[in-house]
């Protein structure tokens, strides 16, 4: 079941993609093991590219939205989308150079 949700996400899917493209041939363990550790590299990297963009207000807001018991990853991309216009190129923009990171590493 595990895995069926993470077949979802979209980040998952986006490192899945970019060793599929590497023709990486990955047990599922190893995937197990790998994926999630490049999906959090993205995210990090993501969160450092987005967070010096918000206003200090929408950082204010943003530390109270994750200070919350239960948030949804819905209502953090909701904040996302409303606090900062170019979210999705900026997103995209940061897979794109993590792709590229990712792929001259693995043909070292």
């Known amino acids: 079941m595990a895995e069926a949700t993470l077949s979802q996400d979209p980040l998952t899917q986006f490192v899945s993609g970019i060793l599929d493209n590497q ?5 599922s363990d190893q995937k197990d093991f790998y994926i999630p550790q490049f999906v959090e ?6 969160g450092l590219e987005l967070l010096p963009k918000l206003s200090e207000e929408k950082q204010g ?10 948030v949804s990853p819905q209502e953090v ?6 606090a900062l216009p170019t979210f999705e190129q900026d997103v995209k923009d940061v897979m794109q150079k993590f792709a590229k990171t990712v792929e001259q590493i693995l043909q070292k």
């Open 23 to 27: 023709n990486m041939t990955l047990s």
């Open 41 to 46: 590299q993205l995210e990090q990297r993501i």
């Open 61 to 70: 807001e943003f530390a109270d939205l994750l200070d919350r018991d239960s």
């Open 77 to 82: 991309h909701d904040f996302w989308q409303d």
